[in-house]
């Protein structure tokens, strides 16, 4: 099991810019394909974005494609998520997420197994 810290959530305007960060403990980082994901009250948990173990492949659904990017410093035990022009539907608290891997290209949106404890992000109108 890994554990997780999310950091960096907050209060920003529509149109504004926010960095994430999760650092991960316990485990081999470079071993775990990493994910972000959010929930808004009264919604459902939804899926962000994915970065495989190297970094060289992500996954994002089309609501946040070209505005979010995923990243990863594994000498850092470290994820990131660099979201830029905030909307208020971006509006939740934001979710890091590991799981094991055994190749470099998964990516992708389900199998997750340890979770952060979140970090609020507001974005006004």
């Known amino acids: 099991q890994v554990q997780l810290v999310e950091s960096g959530g907050g209060l920003v305007q529509a149109g504004g810019s926010l960095r994430l960060s999760c650092a991960a403990s316990g485990r081999t980082f470079s071993t775990y394909a990493m994910g972000w994901f959010r929930q808004a009250p009264g919604k459902e948990r939804e899926f962000v974005a994915a970065?495989?173990?190297?970094?060289?492949?992500?996954t994002y659904p089309d609501s946040v494609k070209g505005r979010f990017t995923i990243s990863r410093d594994n000498a850092k035990n470290t994820m990131y998520l660099q979201m830029n022009s905030l909307k208020p539907e971006d509006t939740g608290v934001y979710y890091c997420a590991a799981q094991f891997v055994l190749n470099d290209y998964y990516a992708g949106r389900s199998g997750f197994t340890d979770w952060g404890q979140g970090t609020q992000v507001t974005v006004s109108s």
């Open positions: 970065i495989g173990r190297n970094g060289l492949y992500t």
